[in-house]
């Protein structure tokens, strides 16, 4: 009669003779022992009749010796193990992700296949999504690609977005499911660009807002929007790809929102910048669609956001148009005379938002539009009274040269939302600045990021007024913090516990309770603003 082992004794004869479990450990290459996803290959002896624990109970029993605790060892793993581990002679792999307070098993692989490990860092954008596949072993991005996110013929703007999806529950279904299907395509682009099968990676760290995160999980966002602004989660943590209706067969990671405004894709921005670790008073301010701010030290940090609109992305005007070929992306005026560049060299067909900039900031300097922003007709024979618009307009390109053959213009209603934009951009910096008891003046350093700032010119946006008039050097321009932050936690899990405290921690301000917003908002519609000893190097 064959003996029965319970754990128990399997453990006193591992202790015993420890021929019985011969176990090797490999981590060559990894950049440190923090990473996220590690893989464990051992090398165990068979299962026999003198000891006949399960290939399940064999596995943890090996990774409880070399030091992991609290594994959990889902059913999708466990239909892995036969006749896998058998085949292989129990030469295998096992990759492990670690959350909070356990690690989860999952995969299971023949062989040693420790230099193969990849992992997925996201920045799930309302406007774009881009998504890079990184090296985990050498911390080195594999590849990268970048898509609309598919919410956007829902509304350029996340509101419109949500009143969408608040109309009934199918709406709601639809944003989820095009939001899946945009990750569906860049994890196919990936596979076919680097020969490695992107669904079956362990897991993808996603950085978004809280509106974006609601919007995946199909819940209700209209939580985020209205008061008393308290959100149905702003920390969903783990999540299989399967419950999202993904194909991606690892676990997701969403990084914690701080607020209904202060996403998870700016507490990703801090830990890529760590001036919660700093002496100094900076400021963080990532700008789009949405803008979310930041300021403090290692001592305090205050927070805010607004909807900035979709305006410096240059989604307003009749030929407003996202960064892409045509778009006029630059522009200046020298002798009176206007000139730009496009996107790809082609025709132009439109501007898009760093165009936009440039051309109001050049018309205020020559002269075009004065401190209001209103046109001045003799300025310039660009500027004409158009008949269809009945209004003024600016012709940044004649029908001749452009790709519609048409003039692109820009109108006097396009300035004025535009210096809408702007000023509530300026007075989200003003009013938490005020609010924290300092002035500008007192940051040692301003950290700006998103698709905006990292295209448009920064002179520019100082002068017309989105940002304080410090000296330039003050600024750093991000390209893109919230992907940076999403891949700085792919490679070092000791950073989940500081994004939950961050998230915990920093004070949020919402604008729309701070009385005098509106009438600090009105002061900023100028350019660059009523008070022009804000902007002592602007020569006028």
Known sequence: MNRQYSVSDFLTVKLVKSVKFNIEIRNEGDLSMNNFVIKEYLSLKMPS?????????RILLALNSIGYENIQFPLSAVRKLYPLCRDAGFDITVTLVHREYDWVVTDVESGDTTK???????????????????????????????????????????????????????????LQKVTVATFHKIMRRLTEKSGIDVLKLPLMVLSGNTTMIHFLMELDAWTVFAAPY???????????????????QGLIYTIPAASNYVGGDIISGLLHLDIHKQEQTQMFFDIGTNGELVIGNKDWMIAGAGAAGPALEGYISRYGMRASAGAIDHITISNNELSYTTIADAKPVGICGSGIIDLLAQMRLHGWINIAGKLEPTAS??????????????????????????????SQLDIDQYLDT?????????????????????????????????????????????????ERNRYTVLKNSSLEGAKTLLLD???????????????????????????KMQAAKFIPHTDMSRYPSIEL
């Not at 009013?431 to 920064?458: K, Q, V």
């Not at 000791?494 to 915990?504: D, G």
């Open 422 to 470: 702007k000023a509530a951009a300026y007075t989200m910096v003003d009013c938490l600045l005020e609010y924290a008891g300092i002035s500008a003046s007192d940051l040692d350093h301003c950290y700006l990021s998103g698709a905006f700032s990292a295209h448009s010119d920064l002179e520019s946006a100082i002068t017309i007024g989105i940002f304080p008039d410090l």
């Open 49 to 57: 009749e003198d000891l006949p624990i399960s290939d399940h109970q």
């Open 116 to 174: 193969v490990l990849y992992g997925l860092a996201v920045d799930y954008g309302s406007t774009a999504i881009i998504m890079q596949m990184i090296d985990l072993n050498s911390g080195k991005v594999i590849s990268e690609e970048k898509e609309e996110n598919g919410q956007v013929p829902y509304g350029t703007d996340i509101l419109t977005r949500i009143i969408y999806s608040r109309e009934n529950e199918e709406h709601r279904k639809e």
């Open 230 to 248: 308290s959100p149905v989660t702003t920390a969903p943590g783990f999540l299989w790809g399967n419950e999202l209706g993904m194909e991606f």
């Open 493 to 519: 899990y000791t950073k989940l516990e500081e994004a939950k405290v961050l998230a915990e921690n920093i004070y949020c301000v919402q604008f729309a309770s701070i009385p005098d917003f509106l009438i």
């Open 381 to 410: 024979n660009r500027i004409i009274h158009h008949p269809e618009e009945e209004q003024y307009v600016v012709i940044y390109a004649y029908a001749e040269e452009s790709g519609s053959e048409k003039d692109l213009y820009f």
